[in-house]
């Protein structure tokens, strides 16, 4: 990988046309997670900066990259007739996100309730998302490592739920209740 370039290797890519979608690294949004979850954990003595307050968490804005980078894939395939490649640096996280928002915003499949399972098994759970790193499982314990990221996914789905309710077939308690099941590892995948 080449340095700084967030994630791809030096070589001939002809007739390829190469984005870089400005994404944040897990460590940032690990620290961006733990403000917002600061801010709604404690008590708000001012309710006029409270929106101010979330804005400076920088929550918000990741999200909003995920879900432009997930809508410039879909433009792609959809308008442009495009295959793409999908590659963060390590393959492991902004990859799924990535992945799995083109396909709820190309096909209505994956907003059913068995096309949105379909979809976390096949592109968090068969593609090898460290569920047991990110959600420090078992003793992992490498702090460094957690990160939020299917959280941070789980919200852009949630976003878009809000904008298009009809849309979706899946609810916000799916959504919840597997974010839950990522923390407590109650299943083999997660």
């Known amino acids: 990988t080449v340095f700084r370039a967030a994630g791809y ?3 001939s890519y002809e007739n390829c046309e190469i984005l870089f979608l400005g994404i944040e690294n897990i460590h940032a949004v ?17 309710d006029e900066r409270w929106l101010q307050n979330v804005s400076d968490t920088y929550w918000l ?13 879909a433009e792609l395939v959809a308008l442009e007739r495009a295959s793409v490649l999908i590659h963060c640096s390590d393959g492991w996280d902004r990859t799924p996100q990535i992945s799995s928002l083109a396909q709820v915003m190309l096909d209505p499949y994956y907003r ?10 096949k592109e968090w759970c068969s593609l090898g998302h460290k569920f047991s790193l990110r959600y420090a499982h078992g ?11 299917m959280a941070q996914w789980a919200d852009c789905i949630w976003q878009m739920m809000r904008q298009f309710p009809t ?3 899946v609810r916000a308690e799916l959504l919840l209740e597997m974010i839950e099941m990522a923390h407590v590892c109650k299943f083999g995948t997660f």
């Open 9 to 11: 290797e030096r070589g």
């Open 30 to 46: 690990r620290k961006s997670y733990q403000r917002l979850r600061e801010l709604c954990t404690n008590a708000v003595e001012d």
């Open 61 to 73: 804005q990741h999200i909003s990259k995920l879900l432009q980078g997930g809508k410039r894939i």
């Open 112 to 121: 059913t309730l068995r096309g949105f399972e379909v979809m976390v098994e």
């Open 139 to 149: 003793g992992s314990g490498d702090r460094q490592e957690a990160a939020p990221v």
């Open 167 to 169: 849309a979706f077939e």
